[in-house]
């Protein structure tokens, strides 16, 4: 039984009455509204009015499953709403026991508009001290890849300078667990879509929910091709990524977390295969996110340059040392004492450089010359002599 506000029209289109009236389907229905003095036309149109609010109407969202345009506008919307990423979070893997996992991997990835991004890795090691694994950083124009002192992860031993081909919605640099759900390749899922990306909607035959996956190629990673399979109840991001057929490398987010409203993944495991192609697994587990939050530029600038700190610039096509080169002495002595201390070593190799100039074509070139001159002199002379 229904409700609705029935309104009846007097002569001339004037309003005679409004009341509420109950619509009900049952056999005495029809005695109701003639008992109450309402003619069968107006009981025909509630009556279709009850029914035309209890069926579904064609083209709504809850009748109809999301197309490519409704996807694609849902994973921009997320795009767009994140402004600026700060996180950390640990790779984890079974004790020797089973029983706890261990973080024996910490990442800190930041991103702000402009095309800044920053990725850096440390591995802890078994007697307590930190090995920097990854640490590159870019500022927009330029990107930074940065070595630090073994033993002494604050401390920059060299840095290799380089422009960058990253911006907003591109990132060109080192990928890890949680850019591969967020930025799949390098790139927002929305402009793969607008890139051709295939978009597919797969039944689930036990009566689950349709799974909606986005397909494309990655050549640029060698593991292709690269599959997402989206969550819809979590702003349509990814809830699994793998590489190549078969996958040579999966991550699985098991939870979600919210900043700002803005939902990001937090929990999950990835499994790849190994160099010996063993398959194996870890987790990974986020410690710490901001969203929407300033982030500092010296996350993208050059870390812990010091006295002695190599720089290794491909843009200016020169090496130079903080300091000057006589301070590269002092610092290979004071934080690597195991190695020789020798100056910098030469210019980076530069795909547009000119090639050595070589004297061999050139000597062969004269030498032909000067043989040919010979022989057309002699020509010439021995032609003479017969006209005389």
């Given at each position: 039984?229904?409700?609705a506000?029935?309104?009846?029209?007097?002569?001339?289109?004037?309003?005679?009455?409004?009341?509420?009236?109950?619509?009900?389907?049952?056999?005495?229905?029809?005695?109701?509204?003639?008992?109450?003095?309402?003619?069968?036309?107006?009981?025909?149109?509630?009556?279709?009015?009850a029914?035309?609010?209890?069926?579904?109407?064609?083209?709504?969202?809850?009748t109809?499953?999301?197309?490519?345009?409704d996807?694609?506008?849902?994973?921009?919307?997320?795009?767009?709403a994140?402004?600026?990423?700060?996180?950390?979070?640990?790779?984890?893997?079974?004790?020797?026991d089973?029983?706890?996992?261990?973080?024996?991997?910490?990442?800190?990835?930041?991103k702000?508009?402009?095309?800044?991004?920053?990725?850096?890795?440390?591995?802890l090691?078994p007697?307590g001290?930190?090995?920097?694994?990854?640490?590159?950083?870019?500022?927009?124009?330029?990107?930074?890849?940065?070595?630090?002192?073994?033993?002494?992860?604050d401390?920059?031993?060299?840095?290799?300078?380089?422009?960058?081909?990253s911006?907003?919605?591109?990132?060109k640099?080192?990928?890890?667990?949680?850019?591969?759900?967020?930025?799949?390749?390098?790139?927002?899922?929305?402009?793969?879509?607008?890139?051709?990306?295939?978009?597919?909607?797969?039944?689930?035959?036990?009566?689950?929910?349709?799974?909606?996956?986005?397909?494309?190629?990655?050549?640029?990673?060698?593991?292709?091709?690269?599959?997402?399979?989206?969550?819809?109840?979590?702003?349509?991001?990814?809830?699994?990524?793998?590489?190549?057929?078969?996958?040579?490398?999966?991550?699985?987010?098991?939870r979600?977390?919210?900043?700002?409203?803005?939902?990001?993944?937090?929990?999950?495991?990835?499994?790849?295969l190994?160099?010996?192609?063993?398959?194996?697994?870890?987790?990974?587990?986020?410690?710490?996110?901001?969203?929407?939050?300033?982030?500092?530029?010296?996350?993208?600038?050059?870390?812990?340059?010091?006295?002695?700190?190599l720089?290794?610039?491909?843009?200016?096509?020169?090496?130079?040392?903080?300091?000057?080169?006589?301070?590269?002495?002092?610092?290979?002595?004071?934080y690597?004492?195991?190695?020789?201390?020798?100056?910098?070593?030469?210019?980076?190799?530069?795909?547009e450089?000119?090639?050595?100039?070589?004297?061999?074509?050139?000597?062969?070139?004269?030498?032909?010359?000067?043989?040919?001159?010979?022989?057309?002199?002699?020509?010439?002379?021995?032609?003479?002599?017969?006209?005389?």
């Amino acid at each position: 039984m229904r409700r609705a506000t029935e309104t009846l029209l007097g002569t001339g289109g004037r309003h005679r009455s409004a009341r509420v009236v109950e619509i009900d389907a049952s056999p005495g229905f029809a005695r109701h509204f003639v008992k109450e003095g309402i003619d069968l036309g107006a009981m025909t149109f509630l009556f279709l009015l009850a029914v035309a609010q209890q069926s579904p109407t064609p083209g709504r969202a809850a009748t109809s499953p999301p197309n490519r345009e409704d996807v694609r506008a849902a994973l921009a919307r997320w795009w767009e709403a994140v402004d600026t990423i700060e996180v950390d979070y640990d790779r984890l893997t079974p004790s020797e026991d089973d029983d706890v996992q261990v973080v024996y991997q910490q990442y800190h990835l930041a991103k702000a508009p402009g095309g800044k991004y920053s990725t850096r890795a440390e591995h802890l090691l078994p007697d307590g001290g930190v090995k920097v694994i990854m640490n590159e950083r870019t500022d927009g124009r330029r990107v930074y890849q940065v070595m630090t002192v073994p033993g002494s992860p604050d401390v920059t031993d060299y840095v290799n300078i380089m422009y960058s081909k990253s911006a907003t919605d591109l990132y060109k640099g080192p990928m890890s667990d949680l850019l591969w759900i967020i930025m799949p390749g390098g790139r927002p899922l929305h402009k793969r879509l607008d890139n051709g990306a295939e978009f597919a909607i797969e039944p689930n035959e036990s009566g689950e929910d349709d799974t909606y996956t986005i397909r494309f190629d990655d050549s640029g990673n060698g593991l292709s091709p690269v599959r997402c399979e989206l969550d819809p109840r979590h702003d349509w991001l990814p809830r699994r990524v793998s590489l190549g057929e078969p996958p040579m490398y999966s991550v699985k987010v098991e939870r979600y977390t919210r900043d700002h409203g803005i939902e990001f993944p937090a929990e999950g495991e990835v499994t790849l295969l190994n160099r010996s192609n063993a398959r194996v697994s870890y987790r990974f587990l986020v410690r710490r996110l901001s969203l929407n939050e300033p982030v500092s530029d010296d996350q993208f600038g050059v870390p812990g340059v010091v006295t002695g700190t190599l720089l290794m610039d491909q843009t200016k096509r020169q090496n130079s040392v903080e300091g000057g080169s006589g301070a590269r002495q002092a610092f290979m002595a004071k934080y690597r004492p195991e190695l020789p201390s020798v100056g910098p070593p030469p210019s980076p190799i530069v795909a547009e450089r000119a090639p050595r100039t070589s004297w061999v074509p050139t000597v062969l070139i004269i030498g032909s010359a000067v043989i040919l001159g010979s022989l057309l002199y002699i020509r010439l002379r021995d032609l003479k002599t017969r006209a005389a």
